[in-house]
């Protein structure tokens, strides 16, 4: 069965960081595009941060300069890095991987929430 398992969600302070991890099983991921999205209720899911297989980061405007993307295809994980937090950025965040080969295979973790509040 594949999983993919966030942690590291939370309250955090204006100006404030997080790290957000995602472990994944089941399968190997290294092929795999991955990477973060979030949603706030009554939105559809966006993506934030994603990774390549290859390790070339891609980032939403409203993130760039502030969130790292980075993976580890021995173990399977994918972080995020979050820095100078904002009010905006309070949302679910989820795990993403997404393979294209023949058809399009996609795995989601459950979501982390994200707070940034005062």
């Known amino acids: 069965q594949v999983q993919l398992v966030e942690s590291g969600g939370g309250l955090v302070q204006p100006g404030g960081s997080l790290k957000l991890s995602c472990a994944g099983s089941?399968?190997?991921?290294?092929?795999?595009?991955m990477g973060w999205y979030r949603q706030t209720p009554g939105k559809q899911r966006e993506p934030v941060a994603l990774?390549?297989?290859?390790?070339?980061?891609d980032y939403s405007d409203s993130v760039k300069g502030r969130f790292i993307v980075s993976r580890d295809n021995d173990e399977d994980t994918v972080t995020l890095q979050m820095n100078s937090l904002k009010p905006e950025d309070t949302a679910v965040y989820y795990c993403?991987?997404?393979?294209?080969?023949?058809?399009?295979?996609?795995?989601w973790g459950q979501g982390t929430q994200v707070t940034v509040s005062s």
């Open positions: 089941g399968t190997i991921f290294s092929p795999y595009r």
């Open positions: 990774i390549s297989s290859d390790g070339i980061p």
């Open positions: 993403n991987a997404h393979l294209t080969f023949l058809t399009a295979v996609d795995y």
